[in-house]
């Protein structure tokens, strides 16, 4: 149990840090207009760690002139707190906020067990609460089976390549030369050094990187989940990152690791909870070919070269791949679709995405850095077509480094867009 002359102090701390905010200067994120301020369920926001959870937060409570008490307990000192520490957390926020203070922002709140119970008897008396946390088991499974129907989920991602321009004031309407260069080139930076907000003004990302990576795998995985073998989860860990883009084989990888295939497939859910990776299933009508031969994204580019013996290639291919793959989860999450890779058999040529609306397909996407020759222009167009009959859609895009335009193949439209534009709409 935690005195509560430490929690009142390091609440009165991070109160003085909140008053000097100013949220004027910083970057709109798309996911502000997911906030339901009136509505009586918890506000949730879910996100790997550093994506600007906390940011968001402060920045639409600020904006819209709320008055909130605020806990950050991802701090040392509040390490080891319990379930009936939190209405000692509660006593210090009336005491230093006032009792009638309408708002409750609760920062990473994963690590307290029974956290769900204490919030759920705060809604009950009709506190607004805003809850964030950087583990997606225990959020969505916990508030699934506590808070049904309670609570408003928000998945928040590092910048995308529209928010990363805004930070870095990059002209992205201009027509002329200048402009169109300034925004090749924030490209081409945004796919090696990726989108955390607190990276863009650094010079050492690599150390930032790898202490993101080590606080994820000791803080998210190893201290939740009581993990013993350390090395072999940065082992898979940087397998994947390292294969990002590739369908996940875990009879290879536990021959090449060195590691039983249970533990790889146990450790990459584990991943993939902690945000690091995000898992893309393959697009079937029958459950039990959707979760086989899943493929492993990363969550930002930037996990791909600022790591210790990385050695990851120049593809830039696969890191358009994976921009797209997260940027499309940005925007399906405002309509609740889904997205899928389509592979119709081992030797089928396969679509990169589709995005569903339950068991419709809506758009098929190829996406290709290249297709200047026809070699490339063929394989990528090629296998839209073949895709377009069997998923009975017509919506074909192809997403590549090449002028926007439309092309029309065997009686079939492909809208071919630039992946700057397509990136910035």
Same mark, same amino acid.
């Given at each position: 149990?935690?005195?509560?002359?430490?929690i009142?102090?390091?609440?009165?701390?991070?109160?003085?840090?909140?008053?000097?905010?100013?949220?004027?200067?910083?970057v709109?994120?798309?996911?502000?207009?997911?906030?339901?301020?009136d509505?009586?369920?918890?506000?949730?926001?879910?996100?790997?760690?550093?994506?600007?959870?906390?940011?968001?937060?402060?920045?639409?409570?600020?904006?819209?002139?709320?008055?909130?008490?605020?806990?950050?307990?991802d701090?040392?000192?509040?390490?080891?707190m319990?379930a009936?520490?939190?209405?000692?957390?509660?006593?210090?926020?009336?005491q230093?906020?006032?009792?009638?203070?309408?708002?409750?922002?609760?920062?990473?709140?994963?690590?307290?067990?029974?956290?769900?119970l204490?919030?759920n008897?705060?809604?009950?008396?009709?506190?607004?609460?805003?809850?964030?946390?950087?583990?997606?088991?225990?959020?969505?499974?916990?508030?699934?089976?506590? +808070?049904?129907?309670?609570?408003?989920?928000?998945?928040?991602?590092?910048?995308?390549?529209?928010?990363?321009?805004?930070?870095?004031q990059?002209?992205?309407?201009?027509?002329?030369?200048?402009a169109?260069?300034?925004?090749?080139?924030?490209?081409?930076d945004?796919?090696?050094?990726?989108?955390?907000?607190?990276?863009?003004?650094?010079?050492?990302?690599?150390?930032?990187?790898?202490?993101?990576?080590?606080?994820? +795998?000791?803080?998210?995985?190893?201290?939740?989940?009581?993990?013993?073998?350390?090395?072999?989860?940065?082992?898979?860990?940087?397998?994947?990152?390292?294969?990002?883009?590739?369908?996940?084989?875990?009879?290879?990888?536990?021959?090449?690791?060195?590691?039983?295939?249970?533990?790889?497939?146990?450790?990459?859910?584990?991943?993939?909870?902690?945000?690091?990776?995000?898992?893309?299933?393959?697009?079937?009508?029958?459950?039990?070919?959707?979760?086989?031969?899943?493929?492993?994204?990363?969550?930002?580019?930037?996990?791909?070269?600022?790591?210790?013996?990385?050695?990851?290639g120049e593809?830039?291919?696969?890191?358009?791949?994976?921009?797209?793959?997260?940027?499309?989860?940005?925007?399906?999450?405002?309509?609740?679709?889904?997205?899928?890779?389509?592979k119709?058999?081992?030797?089928?040529?396969?679509?990169?995405?589709?995005?569903?609306?339950k068991?419709?397909?809506?758009?098929?996407?190829?996406?290709?850095?290249?297709?200047?020759?026809?070699?490339?222009?063929?394989r990528?167009?090629?296998?839209?077509?073949?895709?377009?009959?069997?998923?009975?859609?017509?919506n +074909?895009?192809?997403?590549?480094?090449?002028?926007?335009?439309?092309?029309?193949?065997?009686?079939?439209?492909?809208?071919?867009?630039?992946?700057?534009?397509?990136?910035?709409?």
């Amino acid at each position: 149990m935690i005195e509560e002359r430490i929690i009142l102090q390091v609440l009165a701390e991070q109160r003085d840090e909140v008053a000097g905010y100013n949220p004027a200067g910083w970057v709109s994120r798309r996911e502000e207009s997911m906030f339901e301020f009136d509505s009586t369920m918890a506000q949730v926001v879910i996100g790997v760690r550093r994506s600007g959870k906390s940011t968001i937060c402060h920045k639409v409570l600020l904006e819209h002139g709320i008055r909130y008490g605020y806990v950050n307990l991802d701090d040392d000192r509040l390490l080891g707190m319990e379930a009936k520490d939190l209405n000692t957390v509660l006593s210090c926020i009336y005491q230093l906020y006032g009792t009638d203070v309408p708002y409750l922002f609760l920062d990473e709140i994963q690590d307290v067990d029974g956290w769900h119970l204490f919030v759920n008897r705060l809604l009950r008396s009709k506190m607004r609460i805003f809850v964030t946390g950087s583990n997606a088991k225990l959020l969505s499974s916990e508030l699934a089976t506590h +808070l049904t129907g309670r609570y408003n989920e928000i998945r928040l991602y590092p910048f995308s390549f529209s928010e990363y321009c805004a930070y870095h004031q990059v002209d992205t309407s201009g027509i002329t030369t200048k402009a169109d260069a300034a925004r090749k080139s924030a490209f081409m930076d945004y796919i090696v050094t990726g989108g955390f907000p607190e990276l863009q003004s650094l010079r050492n990302k690599r150390g930032y990187i790898e202490s993101l990576i080590g606080a994820i +795998l000791e803080k998210d995985i190893k201290r939740r989940f009581k993990i013993r073998n350390m090395d072999a989860l940065r082992k898979i860990a940087n397998h994947l990152i390292n294969n990002t883009c590739q369908e996940v084989n875990y009879d290879d990888m536990s021959k090449i690791l060195g590691i039983s295939d249970k533990t790889c497939k146990k450790y990459t859910d584990y991943l993939r909870q902690a945000f690091l990776i995000q898992i893309l299933s393959k697009h079937s009508f029958k459950s039990k070919n959707r979760i086989r031969s899943p493929k492993a994204y990363i969550v930002d580019p930037g996990f791909q070269n600022n790591r210790e013996n990385s050695m990851a290639g120049e593809n830039i291919g696969w890191r358009l791949e994976n921009v797209v793959y997260i940027e499309l989860l940005r925007r399906c999450a405002y309509d609740f679709r889904d997205v899928y890779y389509y592979k119709a058999n081992p030797r089928a040529k396969e679509v990169d995405f589709v995005v569903c609306d339950k068991d419709r397909a809506l758009e098929l996407i190829q996406v290709a850095y290249e297709i200047d020759t026809p070699k490339s222009y063929n394989r990528e167009t090629s296998a839209l077509i073949q895709a377009a009959g069997p998923l009975h859609c017509d919506n +074909l895009t192809l997403i590549a480094f090449s002028p926007t335009r439309d092309v029309e193949i065997d009686g079939k439209t492909i809208h071919i867009v630039s992946a700057i534009e397509w990136l910035l709409a």
